[in-house]
């Protein structure tokens, strides 16, 4: 498991005054990175210098309950773990305890000049095993 | 069915140069509110001046292929309509005709007091119905 | 003089029930864009094929009046050309014809490797001159 | 001077690989949205309770340098305090302490009702001195 703390701001926020329901993608995908970096695995270094790119092929969310602004909440994310796939689920949590959303993304790693599937490298493997 | 038309400009891409995930969850939104407004249900009066609300209980997304700056594209949209609720569900097909993302947006009629499931009002559902 | 015709939706709304200030911004430089293809210097060639960048150094906006979900507005576009930049200037104009924001991006042509000022190419010249 | 610490993700750039232009508004914004909580003014608090609105009326933003994915960079937060507006300025750092932006926003308090010029609340006026 890992934690990422977050708070809604005004930018994320719709006319309906909540978070607006494609924020939590972003919100969900900033987590994915922030743990990427914790692991020595960082996205801009992926994109920029290694041979292989980790696009996602799937994402869902489930809503529970509405974030406003102003509300702080956790993310709580965890993996499991393919040959040549992952996937990680989000779980949001408001400063209640209660869950406000659930989010999965689902990534391969292709190669990035043929993009075909290859297996995930041993380093970012071995990273993602530590929250499944 | 209906069709809306839209491009990827530079804000909707990220440094590896595509559509960022998350925004074809914006497009598929804007999409849905120009239809909303095409059956006359546009979602600012709805806000402003409506009973009731359609927040989305569920949202997902298959990514098929990679849209670039700059290009072009079609999304087409299909309901499935039940008491209470409805589902949305977005194809982009590119200018050859090849579809990069298939999207699905779940929407459910609710108070807006009370936040209790309600019957999908009579004019939203004969709307939704012409694109069932 | 240029135009782009554009409607405010939810995503670009905030909790106070407005645009949000900073998407005022991505609704020019999508106008920008919209302009460049039209004189057939897109964004996506120049960024990918060509031996130049166009940085945005400068932007600014003064706001007028608030724009709602669902409002349409047209976006007015002209320009300023010097030898190694150019000014854009974007009128916001509601339906009623009231200006609801005017907004400034300054662009400089720079080489793409070594960061240098250059003359603009004489095609985006042209073009840009369109507007003047 | 008020501090607040950020990071550039993958929402936050563009195909050209950089933290895209108006991005850095959200990234002001958010400092001052955060600021704002330090003194106890938080803006949910402001647009749900209060009779008066800050909205912003001007913005503008010098670029100097970019900023790319993954990069960290610190937002430095000052204030120019008047009867009923005030004026924020915050400087954009990389972690080599060179300041790859410099944004303003001009604030005006007005009346929720009749939108109005109204003297800042006294509360607020006091926290925004603190970074004048």
Redesign the interface.
Known sequence: MFKVHAEV???H??????L????H??FA??AY?TFM?SIDC????I?RDSDF?L??????????G?L????EFDIFLKSEVGDSSFVLSYSFKDSDGNVSAEIK?VHVSVNKETKKKIPLSEKLRKGLLTIA
């Not at 926020?13 to 909540?18: N, S």
């Not at 960082?42 to 270094?45: A, I, V, Y």
């Open positions: 701001k005004l930018s926020t719709d006319a309906a005054g909540l607006f329901f494609a924020e993608f972003k995908h900033s990175e970096k960082s996205l801009g270094r994109i790119l696009p996602i092929v799937h994402a869902e969310a489930d809503y529970k509405g406003c602004l102003g509300d993304t």
